[in-house]
Structure formats: structure tokens, C-alpha cells
């Protein structure tokens, strides 16, 4: 009885500071008693203030209150520890939110630490104590703290379910056993709980193996990521190495043509300084045969005039004097001209070979294995889609683009586009400017006509703009993948797939909405019929060795096709 009454109180001796059993405990002035460490704490933080009050009612006290130890209280909390409540006492005792609580308790309910599964109850330390002292309970099953216990109840006749039904794999009870699973292949909870624990520990060795198996694959991977890493440092130290030989032939080339160019500009100016001198000595000449027919022509003796006459008048031959223009030519002319032509082809080659190379680097050379599985909803699906816009430099003249160049559509009159190499020039195609790697996701509406052939494609970008028919032509090439779906009246319906002009037949209900799942890595190209469901239409399955472009080809005047916005 004692007990009882102690343990309904306990609260009263914790300290509301700390929420632990009272330590040295101390009574202030207004009768609340708190840890004397807990007190003096709270009351060096108001010292400050000079106002110092209860936790609990609030009352203020100046001065600050000489404390004193309670002995009396001290000495009941001893004895309390003596009676083993302490851990009941204890705020980690108490119950929290995931914890069972005892089932027994009235008060604040304390951690269960035990469940019985005779009783259906959960008991705390002190509740549970009857079944280890009552010899009656000491056959009660005991388990580790269970929450849902009343589940081991039948909701039908109300009695604990002892057995199970291996007909209809579900716990019974005894009543059930002989009413509505009459009959049934019935065994012991305990025949049943063995039978199923060796089905568990089957799967738990098959999971086991699966985890010893993607520990293996983790493995792999971790050796993978070093040879990676070790393949690209050496590669940079290969492509700084090649880039740093090229850069030093091109300064070498640089320092070659700047010294001829100095070269040719030192022979230049000799040769026009020797023209130069060379005037400058006629021009001397000249000055001095002037001089003498000036004297001559001052002469008063006309017999002296007329003697000297003939060899002062006498001319020399004039020289062939090079012709001196006044914009001399550009001397350096087929040099830049030279330059600039190696400069040309220099940035072309290096355009093309760089693209190559930039596929070399980002298509991966060994596929994992460590498979990631396809879509199948169209949530799934949506998931990888892309944003898909058409290239109007690529755009046949026959066609015209909308609604931020995602719409494309065959026009009544030929329009008068600016050339380009990228366009196609005979066929009714369109690409789209973003490159597609990796897996991507898009759909497209047709706008079907009375006679209508659309072809949906992807392509590398290399596929010719001109020339044979089969060489630009979506699906007749070994450069695009192509459905093409052709109606060309109500009873007049077909759908194939083409890849190097081979044809293959495919079947299509002709709905308005088509989307086209493309992994790049894994080489798969899918087609499907877009509704509340997603329908196969057609599956590829091959190997892509470069950056693909999404395609449309059209065929009738009026005949549309959108890519539609999916984000």
C-alpha cells in the first residue's frame, strides 16, 4: 500500500528544473523545492537583475535567498532510490511518442518493457512483476513490447488467434477453426510461425546473396571509377601534350613567316634603295648638263656659242627609269591571302574533328552491367522528357514554322529562303536543334488530313541535305531511324519502319498523338501510342555512335506536326 501511494506522488519529488529525482534537495521561500546545482544555476543567470524568482509560481525574492539542504526530503528521496523506482521515476521512463506505453498505468504512463501475449496487455517494470511472482502468469508468453497487440484478436468471436489457416494464409482462432475455415488445412500459430520462418530464412539467404552480389557489382564500380579516373588524367596529359606540340608548330610557323615577310621587306627595300640612288645620280647629271646649257645660253661671243654648241646640246640617252606608281601594290597581299586560306581549312578541319572527338569523349565504351529498367506509365515516361525545338536553318523551303518553331507545316507556295548548308533542299524534312544523348522523352500531335504521310525520325547530323533521293530521305539511310505513317483516304491506312531503305510493316490505330522514347546509351528507340495508357508501336533495339537529332518529314500541303510542351 505503501508502494502505491509513493509511486502515485512521484512527481512530487523531481525537481521541475532537471525533471530528474531531487539531488541535495533545497526549499526556497515560497515552499518549492528544486537540485540545490539546479537553483543556484537558474539563479546566477538573474543575478544580473538583482531579482531572483520560482521556476514555478514566479514569486521574486530580494535578496537572493540563503539555501539551505532539506533533510527530511533528502532523506525520502534516498529512500525512494532504495526502493528501486528511481528508473520509473526517471523522465526516460516515461512513454514518448514511438514508444509503448504501459497499458496499466493511470497517470502519466511509463515505458512498456514487456507485451504478454496470453494477457494482450503491455506492462512496465512494476506492473509486470504478478507475472514473475504469481505462479499462474509465470506461463504467460512475454515478448519484447509490442503496439498492436489487440491484432492478435479475431474480430469475429473475440478470442485470441492461436491458429493459422494454411488455405486461406490468414490467423485464426479456435471458433473459426470449426466455422467459416471448417475443412480448411489448419495448424498451431507456432507449426504455422516455423513453417513461414523457413520461407523467411530462404528469402533472407536469397537477399543475403543479392547484397553479397551488389557488393561485388559495388566493387566493380569502385575499380571502375579509379580506371576512369586514371584513363582521363592520362588522356589529359596526352591531349595537353598534342595541343601543346600543335601550339608550338603554329609559333614556330609564326615566327617562320614573320621572318620571311621581314626577309622579303629587307629585299624590297634594297632593291628601292638602288632605284633611289640610281635616279639620284641622273638627276645629278642631269642638274649639271642643265648648268652648261644655262652658261652657254649667257654667252655674248656668238663664235664661242656656236662652237660649243654642239657638244653642250648633245643629249645622252636617256635610261629605262622603272615606272614609279604613286599607291605602290600591297607587297604582303598573297601572303594574307595564303594565311587566311590556311586559317579556313585550319578552323573547318578542326570544327569537324573536334565534334568527333567530343563524341569520342562522351559516349561511354563499356555499357554496365547494372541495367536500368524501361518506362511503362506515362509518368514514367515524362520523367526523361526533353524540351524539343525545329532548326529553321535545316527547314525545307516547302515548310513553315509556329509556336516558338515547335509547329511545322507544309504551305501552298514555295518560299524563297537564304542558302544554307544545312537545309534540306528536295524533301519536305525539318531537325531539331537540341542534340539528343542519354534518355529522353518527347511527343508530338499530328494533325491528320485527307491524305496524309508523316515520317517521325531521329538522325545524326551528318545525313546529306541533297543529292540521291535514299541519301537525305528519312529511314533510307544508314544515318536515321524512321516510322513513317501514311493515310491517304478513309479505307487507304499503312505504318512502317525504315532504316537502310529496309521496310518493315508495323501496326498503328492512326491516333493524333505519338511519343518517341529514345535511350541513347542503352541503343533503344521506342514509339507509342499516347492515350490514357501507353501502346508499343514499334521498339529498335542498336547501337548509336553519336549525338542524335529528333526529324520530321511531311508530305500534303496542310499536313502539321507539334512537338508538344510537356514541362
Given amino acids: 500500500m505503501a ?37 543556484k544555476a537558474h539563479w546566477d543567470g538573474e543575478d544580473e537583475k538583482n531579482i531572483h524568482s520560482c521556476p514555478q509560481c514566479r514569486q521574486t525574492f530580494r ?20 526502493t528501486g523506482l528511481q528508473a520509473a521515476a526517471a523522465g526516460h521512463c516515461y512513454a514518448g511518442p514511438g514508444d509503448v506505453a504501459c497499458d496499466f498505468c493511470t497517470d502519466r504512463k511509463l515505458k512498456a518493457v514487456k507485451s504478454c501475449l496470453q494477457c494482450l496487455v503491455s506492462y512496465c517494470h512494476r506492473h509486470l512483476q504478478p507475472h514473475h511472482d504469481v505462479p499462474q502468469f509465470k506461463k504467460h508468453k512475454l515478448v519484447e513490447p509490442l503496439e498492436k497487440l489487440q491484432e492478435s484478436m479475431c474480430s469475429r468471436h473475440d478470442e485470441v488467434m492461436k491458429m493459422f489457416c494454411r488455405t486461406d494464409q490468414q490467423c485464426i482462432c479456435y471458433l473459426c477453426s470449426v466455422d467459416e475455415h471448417k475443412g480448411h488445412d489448419t495448424v498451431t500459430s507456432a507449426a504455422g510461425r516455423t513453417e513461414k520462418q523457413t520461407e523467411l530464412e530462404l528469402s533472407r539467404q536469397k537477399i543475403q546473396q543479392r547484397i553479397k552480389d551488389k557488393h561485388k557489382d559495388m566493387k566493380v564500380l569502385q575499380q571502375e571509377v579509379k580506371t576512369i579516373s586514371n584513363c582521363a588524367d592520362e588522356a589529359e596529359e596526352q591531349y595537353d601534350k598534342i595541343l601543346t606540340e600543335m601550339i608550338l608548330l603554329l609559333e614556330e610557323r609564326r615566327r617562320d613567316v614573320k621572318q620571311r615577310i621581314r626577309s622579303k621587306e629587307e629585299t624590297e627595300m634594297i632593291r628601292v634603295k638602288e632605284l633611289e640612288s640610281k635616279l639620284e645620280q641622273e638627276i645629278t647629271e642631269l642638274r649639271r648638263k642643265d648648268a652648261e646649257m644655262d652658261k652657254l645660253s649667257h654667252t655674248d661671243d656668238h663664235i664661242q656659242f656656236l662652237l660649243q654648241y654642239p657638244s653642250v646640246s648633245k643629249l645622252s640617252e636617256d635610261p629605262d627609269s622603272p615606272s614609279i606608281n604613286i599607291c605602290p601594290p600591297n607587297y604582303f597581299e598573297d601572303v594574307t591571302t595564303a594565311v587566311s586560306e590556311l586559317r579556313d581549312k585550319l578552323l573547318n578541319n578542326l570544327r569537324e574533328r573536334w565534334t568527333n572527338t567530343s563524341v569520342a569523349i562522351t559516349e561511354p565504351k563499356v555499357l554496365l552491367s547494372i541495367s536500368q529498367p524501361e518506362p511503362q506509365t506515362r509518368a514514367e515516361f515524362l520523367q526523361y522528357s526533353c524540351e524539343i525545338t525545329l532548326d529553321p536553318n535545316t527547314m525545307n523551303s516547302w515548310l513553315s514554322l509556329s509556336e516558338g518553331n515547335r509547329k511545322v507545316t507544309v504551305v501552298t507556295k514555295k518560299k524563297k529562303r537564304p542558302f544554307h548548308p544545312d537545309r534540306f533542299r528536295y524533301c519536305e524534312q525539318v531537325l531539331s536543334k537540341e542534340s539528343l544523348t542519354g534518355r529522353c522523352y518527347w511527343e508530338v500531335e499530328l494533325r ?26 528519312f529511314g533510307l539511310n544508314d544515318k536515321s531511324w524512321a516510322l513513317s505513317c501514311t493515310k491517304t483516304g ?78
Avoid at 65 to 78: F, Q, R, Y
Avoid at 530 to 557: C, D, K, N, W
Fill in 3 to 39: 508502494q502505491q501511494g509513493v509511486q502515485l506522488n512521484h512527481d512530487r519529488f523531481s525537481c521541475s528544473i532537471c525533471l530528474d529525482l531531487l539531488k541535495d534537495p533545497v526549499a526556497i521561500p515560497c515552499g518549492h523545492s528544486y537540485c540545490m546545482n539546479c537553483i
Fill in 63 to 82: 535578496p537572493r535567498p540563503v539555501l539551505e539542504k532539506n533533510i527530511m526530503l533528502a532523506d525520502l528521496v534516498e529512500a525512494l532510490k532504495k
Fill in 448 to 473: 491528320w488530313g485527307w491524305c496524309s504521310v508523316f515520317y517521325i525520325a531521329v538522325t545524326y547530323k551528318d545525313i546529306k541535305r541533297k543529292g540521291k533521293s535514299k541519301e537525305y530521305t
Fill in 490 to 567: 478513309p479505307l487507304s491506312e499503312g505504318c512502317h519502319f525504315y532504316h537502310k531503305e529496309i521496310k518493315s510493316h508495323v501496326s498503328f490505330s492512326f491516333s493524333s498523338r505519338m511519343g518517341v522514347y529514345l535511350d541513347h546509351t542503352a541503343g533503344i528507340l521506342s514509339f507509342y501510342e499516347v492515350s490514357e495508357t501507353m501502346t508499343l508501336i514499334h521498339r529498335v533495339q542498336t547501337t548509336f555512335t553519336g549525338p542524335l537529332y529528333a526529324g520530321i518529314g511531311l508530305h500534303s500541303v496542310g499536313d502539321t506536326v507539334e512537338f508538344i510542351q510537356l514541362k
